[in-house]
């Protein structure tokens, strides 16, 4: 009979530093996930590292920013992918998972452009108001 997987042992407390920061949002914005780099044993995990963000401004810009690369880093290998597919179909996968990312990550640059039209009239309509001055 097989024996029940023991749960990986408790990770030490990881403390806010700068070199962890470092860390963590270079390899962000070189397109790795948050969750597999807060997997590594020596790294806070995942809600340690959203916590701190949420407390730290200084550290939510600096993650903002890292997601911001990491959405260009995506997009930039879709050209890789696509110069140098050999199956259609697997990089096609990849190119739409790449696209579909960058688009949420930075919808301003990588999302599709929506324009609004309108038609119709629109109309002017001025209003004079006076003001009485009341009987003394």
Same mark, same amino acid.
């Given at each position: 009979?097989?024996?029940? +997987?023991?749960?990986?042992?408790?990770?030490?407390?990881? +403390?806010?530093?700068?070199?962890?920061?470092?860390?963590?949002?270079?390899?962000?914005?070189?397109?790795?996930?948050?969750?597999?780099?807060?997997?590594?044993?020596?790294?806070?995990?995942?809600?340690?590292?959203? /916590? !701190?963000?949420?407390?730290?401004?200084?550290?939510?810009?600096?993650?903002?920013?890292?997601? #911001?690369?990491?959405?260009?880093?995506? #997009?930039?290998?879709?050209?890789?992918?696509?110069?140098? #597919?050999? /199956?259609?179909?697997? #990089?096609?996968?990849?190119?739409?998972?790449?696209? !579909?990312?960058?688009?949420?990550?930075?919808?301003? +640059? !990588?999302?599709?452009?929506?324009?609004?039209?309108?038609?119709? +009239?629109?109309?002017?309509?001025?209003?004079?108001?006076?003001?009485?001055?009341?009987?003394?």
């Amino acid at each position: 009979m097989a024996q029940p +997987k023991r749960p990986p042992p408790p990770r030490p407390p990881t +403390k806010d530093n700068p070199e962890v920061r470092a860390e963590i949002l270079t390899r962000l914005s070189k397109g790795e996930s948050l969750r597999r780099i807060c997997s590594d044993p020596h790294l806070p995990n995942l809600d340690t590292f959203l /916590d !701190w963000c949420g407390a730290k401004p200084d550290l939510a810009e600096q993650y903002a920013r890292a997601r #911001a690369r990491q959405a260009d880093y995506y #997009a930039e290998q879709i050209v890789e992918i696509a110069d140098h #597919a050999e /199956d259609a179909n697997l #990089a096609r996968l990849q190119i739409d998972a790449r696209k !579909w990312v960058a688009a949420r990550l930075l919808p301003k +640059k !990588w999302g599709d452009k929506q324009e609004i039209e309108h038609s119709g +009239k629109i109309e002017s309509i001025t209003v004079n108001v006076t003001r009485k001055e009341p009987p003394k």
